[in-house]
Each structure stands twice: as C-alpha cells, then as structure tokens.
C-alpha cells in the first residue's frame, strides 16, 4: 500500500494525513472546502515545526513531509488509486454512511475503507458498501503524531487478511496496533468514557471541584492530564455522543451522560475548542 486518501483535514484527519506523509506514503487529503484543506495543512506545518524545534526531525523531513501531501476538495478526484482510505470526518453516522456508500462507488475493488470514528459500528458503516470484509474501523488517539496507539476494530464481515494488512501498516507508521471487535465504544472508549462521565458526575455532586479532581487523577494516578481536561481536550460534544452510544447501544443505565455534560453542551461550552469547558480558555 502506497497510495493513502485521508477524509477530513479537522484535527484527527490533518494529524493522520501527517503520520502517513512522514512515514513515505502519498497522502490525498480531502475536505469540502479550500479553507478546511488550508487550516489543515498549516496544522500540519506547524505540529512538524514542533518536531524540528525538539530535534526529532530536520528540515528537509519537514518539507518532504509536506510535499507527500496533495489536497483535494472533490472525494472521486482525491480516492481516485487509493490502496486505503481513511475517513476522520465529523462523528455523525449519516454522514459517515453517506461517505463509504460514494467511496464504495469510486475506489478500485482492492481498495480497503477505514473509519477513524470512535464509537458509530463498523459493521453499520460496512453494511452501505458492496465490500464489507474490505472496511474496517482505524482509530487514532489524539495528538496523532504522538500517541502510540492505534485501536483497530474488526466490524462483523471484516477479513482476516485485511485485518493483518492494516495491523500491519499501522505499525510502519511507527504505531502500536491493537486488535478489538465492533461493539459500542470499542475499547478505548467503553473504558475512557465513563471515566470522565464519573468525573463530572463528582463535580455535578458537590464531592469536589475541577481543580483537585483533576489533581487527584493526575497526580495519584499518573495520568498527563485530569479528566476534566481531558474532556475539554477531546470535546464535551464528542464526550456526549460517544456516551449516548454506549447508553443505547450498551442499554445499562451506567452510561448515562451526566445532566451537567448535557447542559455544558447545550449551552455552547464544548471544551477548548469554543474557548470554554470545565476551563477557560479566553
Ligand atoms: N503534534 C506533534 N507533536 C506534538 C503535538 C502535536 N499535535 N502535541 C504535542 N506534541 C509533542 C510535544 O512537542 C512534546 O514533544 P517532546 O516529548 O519531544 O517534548 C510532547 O508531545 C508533549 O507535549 P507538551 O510538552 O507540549 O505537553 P504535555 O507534556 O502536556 O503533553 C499531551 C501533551 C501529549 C497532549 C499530553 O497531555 C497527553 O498525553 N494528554 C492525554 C492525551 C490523551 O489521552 N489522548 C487521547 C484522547 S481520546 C482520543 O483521542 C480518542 C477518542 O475517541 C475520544
């Protein structure tokens, strides 16, 4: 696999079209407008800027990193001889539908889907295609460039041999492969999730405020950030959908959001993406 098209130039797409370009792939990176493709790039350029500064890269890395990404704004042009795509657009399940039915329709048949969602069925995502043994879930952790870890999820028809190849793959890019089956919120989540709900629920309470639940979190458990950071990192938004689909899918009244996470939500306070969350990003 040579040729990598990338969904999405938002935070997880533009961290993995730039883990992709940096390991030697050709990356199209698609999006639906120039701007979108432009904040991307400049994301990308600045985050490899980082890793020169630190050393872990020169220069010429950075530019040949560069170089091995061509935007696209029209998904046939972009997927067009792609051995993978990568979708990491929005987590809305009929758009991500509506994105592996038109992919489904103009990649090559040797073409392998994978979803970057963090919680919506690959299975579900697989059912819209004429190649679902083909689709596959490729779940990347936030910062892409530096988490280890890639949580890779089987959907029901998902073969063993693209299973391998993308075990495989992922682990050219300098990641660490982790092989689970498709059932709501995966691993990652189904653990981390309720974690953070748990944590809100003990600001909601009363049993403590942001400040030490997050110090208690870090500094006696280890974590590099509290919970409620955390929460902010990722998207209080991304946080609520991810438990509503555990809640429906899983049915066990332990998932349920925290109130406070909804009225967070409602209230535009999505984390540091819309400059206020448990913490104030002003
Ligand atoms: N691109 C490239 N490098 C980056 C980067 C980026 N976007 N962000 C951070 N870095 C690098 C820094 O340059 C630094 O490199 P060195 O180790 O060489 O110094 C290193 O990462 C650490 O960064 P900082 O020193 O700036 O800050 P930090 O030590 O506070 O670490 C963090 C930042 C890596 C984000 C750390 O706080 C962390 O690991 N947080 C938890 C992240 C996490 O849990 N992610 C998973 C979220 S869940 C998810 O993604 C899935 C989902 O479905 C919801």
């Known amino acids: 696999m040579e040729n990598i098209a990338v969904i999405g130039s938002g935070t997880m797409g533009n961290g993995i079209a730039h883990v992709f370009a940096q390991n030697g792939f050709k990356v199209s990176l698609i999006d639906i407008s120039e701007a979108a493709l432009e904040k991307g790039m400049a994301t990308i350029a600045k985050n490899l800027d980082r890793q020169v500064k630190k050393e872990k890269i020169d220069e010429a890395k950075k530019t040949e990193t560069l170089n091995n990404i061509t935007t696209f704004t029209s998904v ?10 990568v979708e990491a657009a929005t987590e809305n399940t009929d758009l991500k539908l509506k994105i592996f039915k038109e992919l489904d329709e103009v990649c090559d048949e040797k073409t392998i889907l994978a979803s970057n969602t963090s919680s919506i069925s690959i299975t579900k995502i697989a059912s819209v295609t004429n190649r679902p043994e083909k689709v596959i879930g490729m ?16 959907g029901y ?5 693209v299973t391998e190849r993308i075990m495989e793959m992922s682990k050219k890019l300098g990641k660490i492969p982790e092989e689970v089956n498709d059932y709501p919120g995966f691993i990652a989540n189904r653990i981390l999730m309720p974690m953070i709900n748990e944590a809100i ?5 009363g049993v403590a405020g942001v400040k030490e639940i997050d110090s208690v979190m870090k500094l006696g458990m280890a974590h590099p950030m509290g919970p409620l950071q955390l929460a902010d ?7 609520l959908s991810i438990l509503n689909v555990l809640h429906d899918g899983l049915g066990d009244p332990k998932y349920r959001p925290c109130p406070l996470l909804i009225n967070m939500v409602q209230a535009g306070k999505l984390g540091a993406k819309s400059g206020e969350g448990f913490y104030d990003y002003g």
């Open 76 to 85: 046939k042009e972009g997927a067009k001889g792609a051995d993978l795509v």
């Open 139 to 154: 779940h990347f952790m936030n910062p892409v460039p530096v988490m280890k870890l890639v949580e890779i999820i089987r």
């Open 157 to 161: 028809s998902t073969s063993d041999e």
């Open 201 to 205: 629920f003990s600001l909601f309470e």
């Open 233 to 239: 990192f990722i998207g209080l938004d991304v946080c």
